[in-house]
């Protein structure tokens, strides 16, 4: 994979590889690689992937970023060894053909190490602490002997060993956590007489117990229903022990219970776990009069059973990290994907400064923002905020952001345009879920400009002149009433003007003693910092956020548009 190595003076180099889309650089945490350099703006640069390369752009930063020695402007390819420089920190790109002469020798150790001994614990009083992997090693070489083993009901201890070894070459061709389960009712039909057999298994972070295996021995028929009692499984689950019932009609344990309704007349039932973990049990009941079982039976089971657990805890860890590999590996395309929806860099218009950042709180988030150029040479500029947080609000953030450029080319009005895009999200999205929207359209020549508040954070206009408009003409938020009513708002961006649209994870922002940063020292920031660019603006906004916080994490997602009329 490709990475970016940050070198320092006095430690050794970071290497931060490229997994993502996009990648910004700066001294604020909030960025994806944070450089502790004074001479960094706090939002500077983004790495940004394009195909198979990856391309750097400066966000506007303070002091410029350089490249190969030569000043970034616009979007500029990387190539192997290439080095970024931010302030004092140095940034060398590596494709993973770059040889930077920082990589480490490895040492292979060719020797056999002996393994540990294992001590397998059974919950019957029996213990075997040794032999086992003598006995599984045994079965490597002379597999037909071992597998052909039966064990008899008086299982003495050689027989034990021998079940022991079966059971860990049987379980070795085990790939899946179903499987392995499957070869151990079958491993339990072959070591006790045995009508039906079940595995219950916990799933991770419950306390319920699911059938995950239930056979009949012939495999002939439905297995039907199964009715474990109450007390065998509290004895099991809860206490970690054994049970062993020759007779349960006449058990005076189950005299009122399940099994005689059923009919059972044998039951063994052992505990499934690792040390004090029991994550499962192995249930086999007979009905049969001459299939009665044993303390010989008991004995059989519950070393099939302490051995197999390892298996089955392992299977288990394996396929729980398998599907959280396979939920990162879908976040992270999530991500990916709503990266893309966001502007690769703000367009170009004279006479005018735009930036635009977004910092989610999650993973992934619900926030939108948009530059759209039309060919009238009328600027569409968007911010949304979808209710809620994580993958179901990004995944309607990228239905807004479908909407709103299908709608945008299709209707001459902003509220012709509003209106249809609400009535798409009302009649697409869950009842209770909403989208807050500013959508405006700049004319750059004039610096008119026509906007609609659906219910989002009214953006401020800080007029050079000290004063402070808010917009907030709108209507409802998309997608709650269909037939919502929407009015347009009309203002004028003179020259020196800051206008600051953001969403409510900017105002909504918590102090550690829970105080929220509020508009108010929204504005204080922009009219102190108004003859700042818009990237100079945002950085402060940042920055006053980061210092009002104080470490309380966000709570919601962080999106600000900055558009400056220039003098």
């Not at 400066?58 to 080095?83: F, M, P, Q």
């Amino acid at each position: 994979m490709s990475e970016l190595i940050v070198k320092y003076p006095d430690r050794a180099p970071d290497h931060f590889p490229l997994g993502r889309l996009r990648i910004t650089i700066g001294r604020s945490a909030r960025n994806d690689l944070c450089i502790p350099d004074p001479f960094a703006s706090r939002v500077h640069a983004e790495v940004r992937r394009e195909g198979d390369e990856y391309v750097l752009q400066d966000l506007g930063s303070a002091n410029g970023t350089l490249y190969n020695g030569a000043t970034v402007e616009g979007a500029i390819h990387l190539t192997a060894g290439g080095r970024i420089q931010i302030g004092e920190t140095e940034i060398v790109f590596d494709d993973g053909t770059f040889n930077s002469g920082m990589g480490a020798t490895m040492i292979t150790d060719n020797s056999a190490a002996s393994l540990p001994e294992a001590t397998i614990a059974l919950a019957s009083g029996d213990r075997t602490t040794s032999g086992l992997l003598e006995a599984i090693e045994g079965a490597r070489t002379q597999p037909e002997e071992i597998i052909t083993t039966t064990v008899t009901p008086k299982a003495k201890h050689g027989d034990l060993l021998a079940l022991i070894s079966k059971v860990g070459v049987t379980l070795l061709s085990s790939d899946t956590l179903n499987e392995t389960l499957e070869q151990i009712v079958s491993l339990v039909f072959e070591s006790v007489p045995a009508d039906r057999c079940l595995i219950m298994m916990r799933d991770e972070g419950s306390e319920d117990l699911r059938v995950a295996v239930a056979r009949l021995r012939d495999r002939v028929g439905e297995v039907g229903e199964i009715r474990v009692s109450r007390n065998v499984l509290d004895e099991v689950v809860i206490r970690g022990k054994s049970v062993l019932t020759s007779d349960a009609q006449h058990d005076p344990r189950f005299a009122s219970g399940t099994m005689v309704l059923q009919g059972v007349r044998s039951v063994l039932a052992v505990p499934l776990g690792v040390s004090d973990k029991v994550f499962g049990i192995i249930y086999a009941d007979s009905p049969i009069a001459e299939g009665r079982f044993t303390e010989d039976h008991l004995k059989v089971l519950t070393t099939l059973a302490s051995v197999a657990a390892i298996r089955v805890e392992n299977a288990r860890l394996i396929e729980a990290r398998l599907e959280r590999e396979r939920f990162e590996r879908e976040l992270a395309l999530a991500s990916e994907i709503q990266q893309r929806f966001q502007p690769t860099a703000p367009p170009h218009v004279n006479g005018y400064e735009l930036q635009g950042i977004s910092f989610p709180c999650y993973e992934i988030g619900g926030d939108y923002y948009d530059f759209i150029e039309r060919e009238d040479g009328r600027l569409v500029i968007a911010l949304g905020d979808v209710s809620g947080k994580g993958t179901a609000a990004a995944l309607l953030m990228s239905s807004l952001h479908a909407a709103i450029h299908a709608q945008s080319a299709s209707h001459d009005s902003l509220v012709a345009t509003i209106s249809a895009v609400n009535r798409y999200l009302a009649d697409n999205i869950p009842a209770n879920r909403f989208v807050t929207l500013f959508y405006a359209e700049l004319d750059p020549e004039s610096g008119a400009l026509s906007f609609l508040n659906a219910g989002h954070n009214p953006p401020l206009i800080v007029h050079s002149a000290g004063t402070v408009e808010q917009l907030a003409s709108g209507g409802l938020p998309l997608g709650i009433k269909r037939d919502a009513e929407y009015r347009e708002g009309r203002t004028l961006l003179q020259r020196g003007d800051v206008l600051v649209i953001y969403s409510d994870g900017v105002t909504e922002a918590v102090s550690p003693t829970g105080e929220e940063f509020g508009a108010t020292r929204l504005y204080e920031v922009v009219s102190r910092n108004i003859e700042a660019s818009a990237a100079g603006i945002r950085d402060r906004i940042e920055s006053s956020l980061t210092k009002f916080a104080q470490g309380t994490s966000a709570a919601d997602d962080i999106t600000l548009v900055i558009v400056k009329r220039q003098l």
